[in-house]
């Protein structure tokens, strides 16, 4: 009969099992838009659109806003404050471009209250600009 060294497998064994554990941690930990992909230096070179799908895919995912939803102020501070923007947008189109970003970076869809809130946030951002 064949030696089996006992050693040699329980340490084969144990690093098989740490392999599995670190694989499962590292699968199953949530996605960090925010951290990721809206790191300073990359936010001059997103477009207005992809920058707020990213925030609000964010938003929704970290529960930002949940039980703050009369929290207009809040919200557009959260979106606007850090836009690296110095041009009056064109609020339907970015409307529309917002909507197929959300939709592709998370799966959901801006409508009714959320779709009024940010027409309401982008006429907002363009008469701050003309302000200025």
Do not use: H
């Not at 592709?104 to 951002?125: D, R």
């Amino acid at each position: 009969m064949p030696y089996i060294n006992t050693s040699l497998i329980k340490k084969i064994s144990l690093s098989f099992i740490i392999i599995i554990i670190l694989v499962s941690i590292f699968t199953a930990l949530p996605r960090l838009v925010l951290s990721k992909d809206l790191s300073k230096k990359n936010l001059d070179n997103l477009e207005i659109e992809k920058i707020l799908a990213l925030k609000y895919c964010d938003s929704l995912e970290k529960k930002i806003f949940y039980g703050l939803e009369n929290e207009s102020l809040l919200k557009y501070e959260y979106f606007f404050s850090s836009l690296p923007i110095k041009n009056i947008i064109d609020e339907k189109k970015t409307l529309d471009e917002l909507k197929l970003n959300v939709k592709e970076l998370c799966s959901y869809e801006i409508t009714g209250k959320s779709q009024k809130e940010f027409e309401q946030f982008f006429s907002k951002f363009n008469i701050n600009l003309a302000k200025n």
